[in-house]
């Protein structure tokens, strides 16, 4: 079992920037990849980033590629979200999940991931 908690969301205006962290905890000896989604108000829970276990590969869904950017440090078994020049689209509640299978590819869909997170609001003004 790995646990994963979220945190470093808030309320900020449209053009400002907010970095959110993801901790890992319990079985993440052997590695873990790690996806950001998020949900908006009446909409799918979507794909927002993704991290293999090295770090050396990344994803990003076109609507935040350029924006946002992810990465992790393993030795404090954490993974960081930067979300720059913020929209008022990208108010969400956003997701940490992990996934202790397959560590060396980044995956898409939700359902490849095992682990998940109470989530951390983002609100964007205009």
């Known amino acids: 079992q790995v646990q994963v908690v979220e945190s470093g969301g808030g309320l900020v205006q449209a053009g400002a920037s907010l970095r959110l962290s993801c901790a890992a905890s319990?079985?993440?000896?052997?590695?873990?990849?790690v996806g950001w989604f998020r949900q908006a108000p009446g909409k799918e829970r979507e794909f927002v980033a993704a991290i293999t276990w090295s770090g050396g590969t990344t994803d990003y869904a076109d609507s935040v590629k350029g924006r946002f950017t992810i990465s992790r440090d393993n030795a404090k078994n954490t993974v960081l979200l930067q979300m720059n020049s913020l929209t008022p689209e990208d108010t969400a509640v956003y997701y940490c999940?992990?996934?202790?299978?397959?560590?060396?590819?980044?995956?898409?869909?939700?359902?490849?991931?095992?682990?998940w997170g109470q989530g951390t609001q983002v609100t964007v003004s205009s």
């Open positions: 999940a992990a996934d202790t299978s397959r560590i060396w590819s980044t995956r898409r869909d939700s359902y490849e991931y095992d682990y």
């Open positions: 319990g079985r993440t000896g052997s590695g873990y990849r």
